[in-house]
Structures are given as structure tokens and as C-alpha cells.
């Protein structure tokens, strides 16, 4: 089989040659262009010359989101500003902006890594690329816009919101391919429902959805709703933006692009290496990147790497779907739980309508609550209240049986719960702590 990169099949040895070597380098340049991991690494006692393979890393120290936000806006980078060419930038709903720089050859590259999730896909040069990821100092918008043109696609760079002028473009321009958030793919469907837009005159064939947590459930959701193959796209802003991660057609977890990011899960209790099939935190080291190439860098997502050989024949190794990330977890009464657990069980359920928010509040007596909204459909909210009653009853249930919590649902009318046309924000928490 065929892929857009001889990377993607490489044997083991290899692919740790080549990891090997582009880890010397990339330890060598950190260490002599940017003060700060030269100041990290003397104090972890490492130096470059004790890197010398992929075997060494756990001997390298952490980079954090907090040394990130410490060397704001351009402490971390490892290139002069004039070699610098694109600025992006994660508004974070805590505290200050992560900013991330690019050279020419950083773009080059993530346009390639694009290029070979959208051929993951499915995706080929003659297909239209609905891209409605935002533009702007999110990666998404522009990290799809450059792949999709450097695999010879079409792109149609209409960013995210106006959902009827979406759906309009996608019919009239011939779109095949999807680009946004799940929730906002979500949302679209609702609004093409809505304007009884027949779907025999779409194109849609696949799509590519990331930048927020979704569930098993959620993808069958949009695939029938869509009549398409949904698929995760997986990055973060730190390590690239989109195209750090992504799945196949086998949908069975996404493949990560090693040949540039070499993941590790560690537990992050103490910081230690977990061994692969092992639920853990996703630790990325940057191999290839020159504006700002972050060496372990603590991604906070919850997820484990799969230990067998994908049906696709990739020899990249898998992550699974992300759980949830370290800081969304809830605490309920001693027991973890994260929202995508909970989305799980509510989307199971008939007549439950894909919408939902978490609100968290401290109760009087101090222990933590947790509200669970749900949208139902007309039909059933046109019910009587007893009907809605069981139905509140039973999915606070089958959360308790699945996840061990007691929750309160609150089942809300049809279109509450506000949509999202970027990242959803499903958890409302109202504690003051
Ligand atoms: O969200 C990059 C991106 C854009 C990915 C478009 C995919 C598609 P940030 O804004 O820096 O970058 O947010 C990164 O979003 O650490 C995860 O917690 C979450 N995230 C991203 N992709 C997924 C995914 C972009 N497929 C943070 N599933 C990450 C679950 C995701 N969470």
C-alpha cells in the first residue's frame, strides 16, 4: 500500500535511527539557543553529549505549560525572530496566552503532516475541503488550510460560524470533506435538519474532527447523521497545532507522527514511564521543529499507546481517543471521572439529544455536586412529567452503574444548551474555591 510518507512504514529500527538522530540535534540546539533549557538541563545534570539515542530521553527533564507561560511570549523559542515567519497562540481559559513561533521549514512541515492525515482519510488532491476550523491564532484554521493545499485539494477557507452560509457553501461548492470541531460538526447537522436540506445533494464524504474531547458515541452520531466516515485529528498548539496525531480508516486510535514527536505516557503522579497499553499522561518531545522545539513536554491529555499493529499497515504507533485531560478530571466524592465518560453514557441513551454540560457546585454541606443537563428531543420533552421524570432517573442510573457517581440530570428542552462553533465548553464550574 501507498503513503503519502515512506515514514509511515518504516521498520522500528528505522524509525529509531531516525528519531535518534533528530533528537541529538534537537537536544544540541536547545541547549545552546535557548537559555532556558540550558539553565534546565545543567541543574537536571544532563547534558547533550548523554543523549545519545531514543533510549536516553527519560533522562531529560520536563518542559511544563507553566515554563511556557514563565518565558511568555518568546522565552522558549529556538530561532532568531527574523527566521520566524507565523506567530499562533492558545488564548487558554486560565491565565496567560501560550505563544508558539514558526520557521518557513516548521510550516513546510506541519503542511506535510496535514497532507498525510487528510490521506488517512481518504482525501486526495481532488477533493474540496470544507475548512471550518477558526482562522486566526487557532491552529486549526490555517494548520488544515496549508495541508489541504500542499496535498493539491481544494480548500474553501470559511472558518467557523454563519451555519446556514456553511451549509449553503457545502452544497453549492461541491465540499467532500468536513474540517471543524465534533460539537461543531454536531451543530451543523442540527442547523441542515432544521432547513430540511436534502442530503442527497451533499458531496460530504469524510471528515476530520479534533481540538476538543469526543466520544465513540458522538462519532457515530455525526457519521449518521452526516452519512460519512468521522475521523480524530489530534495536535496541540505547543507541539504544531493539528496533525500531531490521526486516525486511519480503521478507526482504531490514531497514529502519531513519529518520525517528528516521540510520545511518551508517563504517570503523572510521579513522572515515571508507563509501559505501552498503560493509561497515562502524553509526554511529546518535538524532534524536528525549529522556532520552538519543546523537549518532554507534558501535554496534560489522558491516553494510553496501543501495543498492537494497526490493520493499515502504518507501522506509526497508536494513541487511544483521549480520555480527558489531567485538568478537566472531576473529583465526585473520591471517585475520577472524566466529562468524555459521562458524554459515553448520556449518548447511549434514546430520545437523549447530543447537547449536554456538566455544572459543578459545592453543595452546603461542602461536598462537591454535580448537575448533569441533557437536551431531549420534542417529542419526548412534549411528554408528560412523569415520562421525563423516568427518563432523568434512568440516566442518572446508568451513570451510577457505569461510573460509580451519583449525579443529578436535569433533562433541558430542545436547543438550551448553547452551540458551539469551536470548541464546546461542556463543563460549567460554579464552586468558588
Ligand atoms: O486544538 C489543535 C487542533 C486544531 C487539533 C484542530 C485538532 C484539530 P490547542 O488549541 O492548543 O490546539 O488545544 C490543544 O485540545 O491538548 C487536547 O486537550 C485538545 N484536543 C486537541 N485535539 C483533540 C482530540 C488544538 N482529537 C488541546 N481529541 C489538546 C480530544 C483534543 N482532545
Not at 511568555?72 to 488564548?91: E, N, Q, T, V, W
Not at 451549509?167 to 467532500?176: A, V
Not at 522556532?291 to 490493520?311: E, F, H, N, S, V
Not at 438550551?416 to 464546546?424: F, P, V
Request: net charge neutral; with cysteine; glycine share 8%.
Amino acid at each position: 500500500m501507498e503513503f503519502y510518507s515512506k515514514a509511515e512504514s518504516m521498520s522500528r529500527e528505522e524509525l529509531e535511527k531516525l528519531q535518534s538522530e533528530r533528537l541529538i540535534k534537537t537536544v544540541r540546539r536547545v541547549y545552546e539557543k535557548v537559555p532556558f533549557y540550558k539553565k534546565k538541563f545543567d541543574e537536571a545534570g544532563v547534558s547533550p553529549k548523554d543523549i545519545k539515542s531514543v533510549a536516553d530521553l527519560s533522562k531529560l527533564p520536563f518542559t511544563t505549560k507553566q515554563d511556557m507561560r514563565d518565558n511568555y511570549p518568546y522565552g522558549l523559542f529556538a530561532a532568531p525572530m527574523k527566521d520566524i515567519c507565523r506567530i499562533h497562540a492558545s488564548s487558554g481559559t486560565t491565565g496567560k496566552m501560550t505563544v508558539v513561533g514558526y520557521t518557513k521549514n516548521d510550516i513546510e512541515v506541519w503542511a506535510e503532516l496535514i497532507a498525510r492525515c487528510i490521506t488517512m482519510a481518504g482525501g486526495t488532491k481532488d477533493d474540496i475541503i470544507h475548512n471550518a476550523y477558526g482562522y486566526g491564532l487557532f491552529t486549526g484554521g490555517l494548520g488544515v488550510h496549508y495541508g489541504a493545499e500542499k496535498l493539491g485539494a481544494t480548500v474553501i477557507p470559511v472558518s467557523g460560524g454563519n451555519s446556514q452560509r456553511q451549509l449553503k457553501i457545502m452544497e453549492d461548492f461541491g465540499s467532500t470533506m468536513l474540517t471543524c470541531t465534533p460539537s461543531y460538526a454536531l451543530n451543523l447537522a442540527e442547523t441542515a435538519k432544521e432547513m430540511h436540506l436534502d442530503r442527497s445533494k451533499l458531496k460530504l464524504k469524510a471528515g476530520l474532527f479534533g481540538a476538543e474531547p469526543w466520544s465513540e458515541n458522538m462519532r457515530r452520531d455525526i457519521e449518521k447523521m452526516w452519512g460519512i466516515d468521522a475521523l480524530d485529528i489530534y495536535g496541540l498548539s505547543e507541539i504544531m497545532g493539528p496533525g500531531v496525531a490521526n486516525e486511519c480508516l480503521q478507526k482504531n486510535g490514531l497514529h502519531i507522527f513519529e518520525d517528528h514527536f516521540i510520545p511518551e505516557i508517563i504517570d503523572p503522579a510521579t513522572g515515571k514511564n508507563v509501559p505501552d497499553g498503560v493509561a497515562g499522561e502524553l509526554v511529546f518531545t518535538c524532534i524536528t521543529k525549529e522556532g520552538i522545539p519543546l523537549i518532554r513536554y507534558r501535554t496534560r491529555d489522558i491516553t494510553r499507546l496501543l501495543p498492537t499493529q494497526c490493520a493499515c499497515g502504518r507501522t506509526l504507533r497508536r494513541m487511544e481517543r483521549l480520555s480527558g485531560r489531567t485538568d478537566d478530571m472531576l473529583i465526585i466524592r473520591g471517585v475520577n471521572v472524566f466529562p468524555s465518560e459521562i458524554e459515553m453514557v448520556i449518548m447511549n441513551i434514546e430520545g437523549v439529544e447530543p447537547h449536554y454540560q456538566i455544572i459543578i457546585d459545592r453543595a452546603e454541606h461542602g461536598l462537591d455536586e454535580l448537575e448533569v443537563q441533557v437536551e431531549v428531543n420534542e417529542k419526548i420533552f412534549s411528554d408528560e412529567i412523569k415520562v421525563l421524570e423516568d427518563l432523568e432517573k434512568k440516566i442518572a442510573k446508568e451513570i451510577f452503574t457505569i461510573l460509580g457517581i451519583g449525579v443529578k440530570v436535569k433533562l433541558v428542552e430542545p436547543k438550551t444548551i448553547a452551540r458551539s462553533e469551536g470548541k464546546a465548553k461542556r463543563i460549567i464550574d460554579k464552586r468558588k474555591i
